[in-house]
């Protein structure tokens, strides 16, 4: 099954990335996130947020914790799922979303999957979900 929704990011708060010892080219950052969905995924997020990146040239990977609240087509509870995607100036490439297994609780219970996001030209950002429930 796939269920499509849009969602708005509420909150970006940075927190402070302890100090390592190895430097690269890019800094490493952490944030904690909350989204609110709409559609066929309703409800919100919190999400832990890393990324390495560099804005001036818009370049870097991200990985992302969520924990979901919500509905999903009509089931509501919760789960987690997490996502990366890589940007090299233009687009984003090698993306993935999975659901985390044995994650979801209520009728989410033993929900299983895969999905993606994309950002439209007007700044919309859109989720889906292909996902099974046990």
């Known amino acids: ?3 499509t929704g849009t969602f708005d990011v509420v909150d970006f708060t940075p927190a402070p990335v302890p100090a390592t010892e190895i430097k690269t080219g890019l800094p490493v950052g952490f944030a904690t ?3 609110s969905f709409t559609g066929e995924i309703e409800g919100r997020s919190e999400t832990l947020f ?3 990146f560099d804005p ?3 370049t870097g990977t991200y990985v992302a914790m969520e924990s979901f609240e919500g509905g999903i087509a009509g089931h509501v509870g919760t789960f987690n799922f997490v996502h ?3 940007t090299t100036g233009g ?3 090698a993306e993935f979303l999975v659901v985390v297994p044995g994650s979801g ?3 989410l219970t033993g929900i299983r999957g895969t999905g993606g996001l ?5 700044g919309t950002h859109r989720i889906w979900f292909d996902y099974e429930l046990a």
């Open 105 to 107: 609780t209520g009728a």
């Open 50 to 52: 890393t990324a390495a």
């Open 84 to 86: 990366s995607a890589t």
């Open 56 to 58: 001036a040239s818009n």
């Open 33 to 35: 996130m909350r989204k």
């Open 118 to 122: 994309m950002i439209d030209e007007d």
């Open 1 to 3: 099954m796939r269920a």
């Open 91 to 93: 687009g984003r490439e």
